[in-house]
């Protein structure tokens, strides 16, 4: 006979989970708000938040564990939604040559720029791409990052790229963070097709991406949409190949120069359009229309020391989420601080902390699809949350780094040292 109890309820209406999590502020992120919950409880099983409300609302809970916060905030898993940690060397000397008045664009016609980390990360054995990437997520994770996206786009050829995209494989397998992984082959043009993009992106569509798709190699492609990079209409055959493929779709639009890469992006769909300094009204009606999410990227911006910032009122006005990443990349934006991005989004984007704590979590989520099991505190949701020592959300955007979570519930597990 079937039962009268949804599952998780014993006859009594005790609720039966495995932990049950007190004693602090639930920053539950819902809707894009804060929605704080006062002294909330939060019940898990299975890896899911199960039950979430006040003290006073609570049920009987049947649980093994128990843990009281003491006090404190909670807020979900940070999310960071726009990354290329896989690469081989850095760009230390570059970072000087730019200080010394040489521009982005200079240092990229003279071979260097994006070319550079591609020749050090084609040298790259896997186990050293593999590496380096762990040493650069572990601050990331250390500070409350959850789930994290990664972009191949400095292989450049076919195995490199395969290359790039296994270790982001081999990452997800091995540490204890959600990883998404990005095809941006369509990044910059290899040496070995100067002259000939055309024919590198009919090698992408053709070749690269039905055989990253039948090895389930990436969960989305993303492409560089720049006068630097490829134009409109070569992005546009790269998302019909992705299309065909049935992978979703992202883009680098409107970082340098406005070509409405993120209008393009939109009409097919997209998840996402990224850094989007120079978009403009229309590029942000379309991509309200789409529910792309606006990926605002202040590292980048702050490094190449950008003066047109990202026309966030218009986000705002037409209701575009917009998410904040790291854009973690050895040239414009060597960032490992995700706290630092959400300050940064604040002070030189204008966004409100609560907007770009609405970035890392609930917009982030989206940006990657994930926005049904990530982002926000939820009954239902994967039961990622991070406990501050904390004492407002706002405090979590105003500090410029320092103060550490206390704690790091992953899959509704306490997250150990992620060093070891
Ligand atoms: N935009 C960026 O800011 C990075 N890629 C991109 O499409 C820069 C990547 C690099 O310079 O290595
Ligand atoms: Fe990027």
Redesign the pocket.
Known sequence: MASLNPPNTAASGTLICDSLWTGASLVTMQDGYYNLIENGVLAVKDGLIIWLGTVADSPEFDTQIRHDFGGGIVTPGLIDCHT?LVFGGD?SAEFEQRLNGVSYAEIAAQGG??LS?VNATRRASHQQLFEQARFRLTPLLAEGVTCVEIKSGYGLSDDSELKMLRVIRELAQNLPVRIKATCLAA?ALPPEFKGRADDYIAHICEVLLPQVAAEHLADAVDA?CEHL?FSPEQVERVFQAAVRLGLPIKL?AE?LSSLHGSQLAARYGALSAD?LEYATEEDAQVMAASGTVAVLLPG?FYLLRETQRPPVELFRKHGVPMAVAS?A?????PALSLRLMLNMACTLFRMTPEEALAGVTCHAARALGLQHTHGTLEAGKVADFVHWPLTRPAELVYWLGGQLPCTVIYQGNIRGDVRS
């Open positions: 290329h760009r720029g994006i980390t990044h560089f990079a680098h970082q850094h980048a854009d990349n050895p040239g414009t934006s």
